[in-house]
């Protein structure tokens, strides 16, 4: 019988097994070209399939290859084509390619950008790309970024650094001691706020039920003439882009009366605050420079891949403080120390790819893609509006479109209809008590024929319901 080398010779023949890492680029590659024009939703039979995963954690060790071998056959025919151009759910992006490339090349890097010795590259970087965003969304120069996994945490993050802020200007310090006996802070958002608004607020011990609500129009923006006196001890949370109807808070008007008092104003702006980067949209974010902390995603609206939000902050001391860990084995330079930034010490570097996308794309190829994205928004509401039995319920600003039918049953059964097709995938929500349909379109991929095939799926799914309901 061959003699068993240890687990650690098993792992030196990977390494140097250069078929696997070509196994799973070749399988991803093939994915890629196919994502476009497959179903969008898995089949029933790519569903069922996934019990093949079902197994007790394994004694034996097992092949590299066949591992892969099993990842796709069973694995990728059971994702959502959201990297095509035919979802539009959630607010999901697709992958710009470089982005992809760029992440694949880090992969075998494998870096932790949590101080610059740790990762000249991952701090280098970082330093770079916080300068860009800052030109892109016209920030103050005093802001900086930290890079996290996503709005939900950068929006944790902003409200930590208003929380550390708003303590710290009535003599309280918040890491020291505490919130138990902390003077009050007010916390004031509209009532479209965002869930994962509401769950930092939780998380940060503000509380749900303290917060003063204020009233929206119809559109979801906040009304400003119904937002409570503010002082210096309140917390006010806008969006910029309600993640049902696409509007956007009025930034001017709100942050000019924050700023006279000394609130502090955080932006929810997962996706809309792209808005602000594109000359023929940025009147939409007119005057959101005048917060002091923002939260926004890559991997919506600029496409980058998954795993990749901001937190930026005019107020650094603030955000530090926030966010501060010490320990006598932590070596910190003058140079960028990208774990003072973000709630977490260790972390993959995100901004291989958030750097790589914004290269490629430069300020001209974001304009471009982000205003296709709302065209072919438009296009979506101007075709469907076309069609007898849909109603657009919003005013299309950005990127997404709102459309319901004739009765919350009938717009049930037409969304579960279109979902079933698989020609395009859409969800549902409910708009003033109205069950709707919710479009977002924010994929670089999608075509004005992704939008035609999508409108025809909507279509022939309320004629089949009709149907039915008539027999
Ligand atoms: C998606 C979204 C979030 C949450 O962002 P994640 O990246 O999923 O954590 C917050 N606010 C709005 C408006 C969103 O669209």
């Known amino acids: 019988m061959e003699k068993k080398g240890t687990i650690q010779d098993k792992m030196y023949a990977d390494i140097q097994d250069v078929s696997i890492y070509q196994t799973a680029q070749k399988k991803g590659y093939e994915y890629l070209t196919n994502v476009f024009d497959r179903n969008v939703y898995p089949t029933k039979k790519a569903l069922e399939d996934l019990a093949n995963f079902d197994e007790d954690m394994p004694t034996a060790t097992s092949e590299a290859n066949t591992i892969l071998e099993h990842l796709n056959t069973y694995g990728s025919p059971a994702t959502v084509a959201n990297m095509g151009g035919r979802y539009f759910g959630f607010v999901c992006g697709s992958s710009v390619p470089i982005g992809l490339a760029a992440k694949n090349l880090a992969t075998f890097w494998d870096q932790s950008p ?40 950068a929006t944790f993050c902003g409200l930590a650094a208003a929380r550390y802020r708003l303590l710290s200007n009535q003599g309280w310090n918040i890491n020291d001691q505490g919130f138990s006996n902390a003077p009050k802070i007010r ?110 995603d890559g991997h919506k609206t600029l496409n980058t891949p998954y795993d990749n939000g901001i937190v930026l902050c005019e107020d650094k001391e603030a955000l530090m403080s926030a966010l501060h860990m010490s320990g006598s084995y932590i070596v910190t330079s003058k140079e960028r120390d990208g774990t003072f930034y973000t709630p977490e010490m260790s972390r993959r570097a995100r901004i291989v790819e958030l750097w790589a996308i914004l290269k490629y794309l430069g ?102 319901i009709n149907i039915e309901l008539s027999s």
């Open 187 to 296: 916390v004031i958002t509209g009532k479209h706020a965002h869930s994962t608004v509401l769950k930092a607020i939780s998380l940060l011990g503000f509380g749900k039920n303290n917060i003063e609500w204020v009233d929206v129009d119809n559109q979801g923006r906040i009304i400003p003439d119904r937002i409570p006196e503010m002082d210096n001890a309140t917390l006010l949370i806008l969006q910029a882009g309600n993640v049902n109807s696409g509007s956007f808070d009025d930034f001017e008007q709100i942050c000019k009366k924050a700023n006279k008092v000394g609130a502090w104003v955080h932006i929810d702006g997962a996706f809309g605050m792209w808005a602000g980067a594109v000359n023929q949209l940025k009147h939409l974010t007119k005057g959101a420079e005048k917060a002091n902390s923002w939260a926004v």
């Open 114 to 153: 949590t101080m610059n010795v740790l990762s000249p590259i991952g701090s280098k970087l970082e330093t770079v790309v916080e300068n860009w965003l800052k030109q892109l969304f016209n920030l103050p120069e005093s802001t900086v970024a930290g890079f996290v996994s996503g709005t939900s945490m």
């Open 363 to 464: 300020k001209n190829g974001i304009d471009e893609m982000i205003l296709e994205m709302h065209k072919r928004a438009l296009q979506f509401s101007k075709e469907l509006s076309n069609i007898n039995g849909f109603t657009v319920l919003n005013d299309v600003v950005f990127n997404q479109v709102m459309v319901s039918c004739e009765t919350d049953d009938l717009t049930d059964k037409t969304l579960a209809r279109i979902q079933e097709l698989r020609k395009c995938w859409v969800g549902g929500s409910t708009w003033k008590g109205k069950k709707v349909i919710r479009i977002s379109v924010c994929s670089w991929a999608t075509t004005k024929e992704d939008v035609d095939i999508s409108v025809s799926s909507f279509k022939k799914a309320l004629e089949e």
